[in-house]
């Protein structure tokens, strides 16, 4: 799961250095889900089988994360038909890193 977070991250960076913005925005979120999921792996010993599950575990166990989820979710939604600016691509980039530090997660 770490090679996973590492690559995504890794290639969202990539991207988002091209002015790729959306495209950067959905790299973001899919390492945000990947590290979210190590999260709940850890503490639970599994991983959600979809969006609606890490809600769910996310509000009950880890409400700072899914404060994150649910005040940006539908960016990630939008991504399918809008173009994201820099600044909204740049806060979901934010939130991730700010997941990772305070994790501790070592990618």
Do not use: W
């Not at 990539?14 to 190590?38: G, H, Q």
Request: net charge positive; aromatic share 14%.
């Amino acid at each position: 799961m770490l090679k996973t977070i590492k690559t995504l991250k890794k290639s969202a960076e990539l991207v988002y250095n091209t002015k790729d913005f959306t495209s950067a925005t959905i790299l973001y979120f899919k390492t945000a889900f990947a590290v979210l999921d190590l999260i709940i792996l850890k503490a639970a010993g599994n991983t959600p089988k979809d969006h609606s599950e890490r809600f769910k575990i996310l509000k009950k166990f880890f409400p700072e994360f899914y404060e994150f989820l649910d005040k940006y979710f539908d960016v990630y939604r939008d991504t399918y038909s809008l173009t994201i600016d820099k600044q909204t691509c740049d806060k979901i980039k934010e939130n991730v890193e700010e997941i990772i530090k305070k994790r501790s997660i070592q990618i």
